[in-house]
């Protein structure tokens, strides 16, 4: 069997798995399950990005994942009334300023000033006096943005220009998120590599999670920037509502001419916006992944991830471009974020977790075949089917098992309790398979 066949037979299979969710459940389910697909499916052309290009363990995805969210917030949200004035968010930016001066100036004297006491001291003073500057200045600041109205704001939203009245109407600010999203994880990923990309394979990635854990417990606890734990709701979309399209007269007649009722065709419409816009960013990104491993970069980028110590003997910079790759496939990441909290509607930081959003997305880019651009793709959209449908799919199997058994049976609720590890527990049994079967992946490097 050619390749070419063998891969349009995968993602024939595939297709055939969302088609048959249609006509089985439903297309909202189908669509539903399509775009989350799509957005997975991005995560990881990022994460593959990394490993498969430079062999680069990042396990902290999650944090650039919830980074983009918060640019969507920024971006979609209008300011909220009373927070830009002095006393408010301007204090808070003037600290944050004021802080990076300070990292600035430590690393400024500890490059100048020759090795020694004085060194110490002057770091010490730097560190010490900037710190209690910083929280004269960003306390009062914070504190003012929190109180206004903290059941419904609380916080400096964003720079759409709608106002509070109006500001749904501009959906198209959600999409400029999309690209705030990809520069604000591409900002991060530099930092973190610039200090922790000299480290070893495993020590890097003890550093990617624990600085992901990091922004996360920023996002929930600092109410001033996204509310916290409080959730963000409301975000508007870039898409029609779906009671704007039933109060359509000309929306409702191509409905009866469907033969479908106008709710479902509004649901369906709507995902299909989803889909075609997430579809095309998606392509982007594959295609400007495909000409980067096929060109000279790409080589070079996988002769560092095969043996570093002969390309460096070749003159690359090594440490040089693994930044540069981590930057980019961070910022992959963090677009895919900013579309998930787009699709969503809402930035809820309690529901980042490291089983979804980065030990999930590693087990598609190594099913799908680390390092080959379309098996990431294939991985994405695998994967995230069955972590979604496979729950239900157990439960029903679990029903037709337990059907002959009494109803006080302890076996049966037991049997039935345990659908609900069926997730996990078929995770588990794809990797292994594929490990075992196919460990390059079902579509692997060529």
């Known amino acids: 069997?050619?390749?070419?066949?063998?891969?349009?037979?995968?993602?024939?299979?595939?297709?055939?798995?969302?088609?048959?969710?249609?006509?089985?459940?439903?297309?909202?389910?189908?669509?539903?399950?399509?775009?989350?697909?799509?957005?997975?499916?991005?995560?990881?052309?990022?994460?593959?990005?990394?490993?498969?290009?430079?062999?680069?363990?990042?396990?902290?995805?999650?944090?650039?994942?919830?980074?983009?969210?918060?640019?969507?917030?920024?971006?979609?949200?209008?300011?909220?009334?009373?927070?830009?004035?002095?006393?408010?968010?301007?204090?808070?930016?003037?600290?944050?300023?004021?802080?990076?001066?300070?990292?600035?100036?430590?690393?400024?004297?500890?490059?100048?000033?020759?090795?020694?006491?004085?060194?110490?001291?002057?770091?010490?003073?730097?560190?010490?006096?900037?710190?209690?500057?910083?929280?004269?200045?960003?306390?009062?600041?914070?504190?003012?943005?929190?109180?206004?109205?903290?059941?419904?704001?609380?916080?400096?939203?964003?720079?759409?220009?709608?106002?509070?009245?109006?500001?749904?109407?501009?959906?198209?600010?959600?999409?400029?998120?999309?690209?705030?999203?990809?520069?604000?994880?591409?900002?991060?990923?530099?930092?973190?590599?610039?200090?922790?990309?000299?480290?070893?394979?495993?020590?890097?990635?003890?550093?990617?999670?624990?600085?992901?854990?990091?922004?996360?417990?920023?996002?929930?606890?600092?109410?001033?920037?996204?509310?916290?734990?409080?959730n963000v709701n409301g975000l508007p979309r870039p898409v029609p509502y779906e009671i704007d399209l039933q109060e359509s007269a000309s929306f409702i007649a191509r409905a009866d001419s469907w033969g479908i009722d106008v709710a479902t065709a509004s649901s369906i419409t709507v995902k299909l916006g989803y889909s075609l816009m997430f579809s095309a960013v998606l392509i982007l990104i594959f295609v400007a992944a495909q000409l980067a491993l096929k060109s000279p970069w790409g080589r070079m980028m996988r002769a560092i991830r095969d043996n570093e110590v002969a390309a460096e003997a070749m003159g690359k910079n090594v440490t040089a471009r693994h930044l540069q790759i981590f930057v980019l496939g961070s910022a992959v990441c963090g677009i895919a974020g900013a579309m998930m909290t787009t699709l969503d509607g809402q930035l809820t930081p309690g529901s980042y977790q490291p089983l979804r959003f980065t030990f999930l997305i590693w087990v598609m880019v190594i099913v799908g075949g680390s390092g080959n651009n379309l098996g990431a793709v294939l991985g994405g959209f695998l994967i995230y089917f069955l972590w979604i449908q496979v729950e239900p799919i157990g439960t029903w199997l679990m029903q037709i098992v337990t059907s002959g058994m009494a109803d006080d049976s302890g076996l049966k609720k037991h049997l039935l309790d345990s659908a609900a590890h069926m997730r996990l527990f078929t995770m588990g049994i794809v990797l292994l398979l594929v490990l075992r079967f196919s460990p390059r992946g079902l579509i692997p490097e060529k």
């Open 1 to 230: 069997m050619s390749e070419t066949v063998k891969n349009s037979l995968l993602f024939g299979l595939v297709a055939v798995l969302f088609i048959g969710t249609g006509f089985m459940q439903s297309w909202n389910v189908s669509l539903q399950i399509l775009n989350m697909a799509l957005i997975s499916a991005i995560m990881a052309l990022g994460v593959n990005l990394q490993w498969g290009f430079a062999g680069l363990f990042n396990v902290g995805v999650m944090g650039f994942v919830a980074v983009g969210g918060l640019a969507v917030v920024l971006t979609s949200l209008p300011p909220t009334p009373g927070a830009w004035v002095i006393g408010g968010a301007w204090r808070i930016l003037l600290a944050l300023l004021l802080g990076a001066l300070t990292m600035v100036a430590t690393v400024t004297a500890y490059k100048r000033l020759p090795k020694g006491r004085l060194r110490t001291l002057v770091m010490f003073g730097l560190l010490i006096g900037g710190f209690f500057l910083y929280r004269a200045m960003f306390l009062p600041g914070a504190g003012v943005v929190e109180a206004i109205n903290p059941s419904a704001l609380g916080n400096i939203g964003g720079i759409n220009p709608g106002g509070l009245e109006n500001y749904k109407d501009h959906g198209y600010m959600t999409i400029l998120g999309w690209g705030l999203g990809g520069l604000l994880a591409a900002g991060l990923a530099w930092m973190i590599g610039k200090t922790a990309l000299g480290l070893r394979s495993d020590y890097l990635a003890i550093a990617t999670l624990g600085i992901a854990e990091i922004v996360i417990a920023v996002m929930k606890n600092e109410d001033w920037l996204a509310r916290g734990v409080k």
